[in-house]
């Protein structure tokens, strides 16, 4: 595991106050990229003056809620200052070899202390198929067994999409048709 020490890195608050000494009339823009119920993205543009089209930098950050004491309440915030200081460092606003801020190098050593936890997977809910589309998904798994066109399997799948997974006995319409596919390409 790699050793650092936190103090070798400046904040994200000392890179801005540089960028505003040098640039007064300079934007700093965020925006939230990406989101769910457990993590955050955000980009941050950086511009020189208020009349640029374009931005000199751009950098992105990643929280995820929970991962320490202040993204319990605070991960997109979190985010936001970090994406800032990573724009900044693009643009030539970090020391000298030191191109993460304090807070992402914190994030490092939260991360080597904590390993990230796999996102959790939803569990889909099972669907409720009524008895026609059972009925209907029964009779075309029977078909599918002697369908030898690719284009007919495909317009089984595209047209009853609503039953592909509808269980008659052991299988499944979608199985079904992967299964004859796999047979007739061997």
């Known amino acids: 595991m790699a050793k650092f020490n936190l103090d070798d890195y400046e904040t994200v608050e000392?890179?801005?106050?540089?960028?505003?000494?040098?640039?007064?009339?300079?934007?700093?823009?965020?925006?939230?990229?990406?989101?769910?119920?457990?993590r955050f993205i955000v980009k941050a543009e950086i511009f020189f003056t208020r009349e640029d089209i374009h931005a000199v930098a751009t950098g992105y950050a990643e929280e995820i809620v929970g991962a320490s004491p202040v993204?319990?309440?605070?991960?997109?915030?979190?985010?936001?200052?970090?994406?800032?200081?990573?724009?900044l460092a693009n643009c030539g606003f970090s020391s000298e070899g030191k191109r993460p801020s304090r807070q992402e190098m914190e994030k490092v050593e939260r991360y080597q202390n904590e390993p990230r936890k796999p996102i959790p997977v939803k569990e889909k809910p099972a669907q409720v198929f009524s008895?026609?589309?059972?009925?209907?998904?029964?009779?075309?798994?029977?078909?599918?067994?002697?369908?030898?066109?690719?284009?007919?399997?495909?317009?089984?799948?595209?047209?009853?999409?609503?039953?592909?997974?509808?269980?008659?006995?052991?299988?499944?319409?979608?199985?079904?048709?992967?299964?004859?596919?796999?047979?007739?390409?061997?």
């Open 131 to 186: 008895a026609d589309q059972l009925a209907r998904a029964e009779a075309l798994i029977e078909q599918v067994t002697a369908i030898s066109d690719m284009e007919v399997l495909r317009a089984i799948w595209t047209e009853h999409g609503e039953i592909l997974d509808a269980k008659v006995g052991k299988t499944t319409l979608k199985d079904r048709i992967n299964t004859r596919v796999k047979e007739l390409s061997a």
């Open 71 to 87: 993204n319990r309440t605070s991960a997109l915030e979190n985010g936001e200052t970090s994406a800032i200081g990573r724009a």
């Open 14 to 38: 000392v890179r801005l106050a540089r960028f505003w000494k040098k640039h007064p009339e300079g934007r700093v823009l965020t925006d939230l990229v990406f989101h769910d119920e457990r």
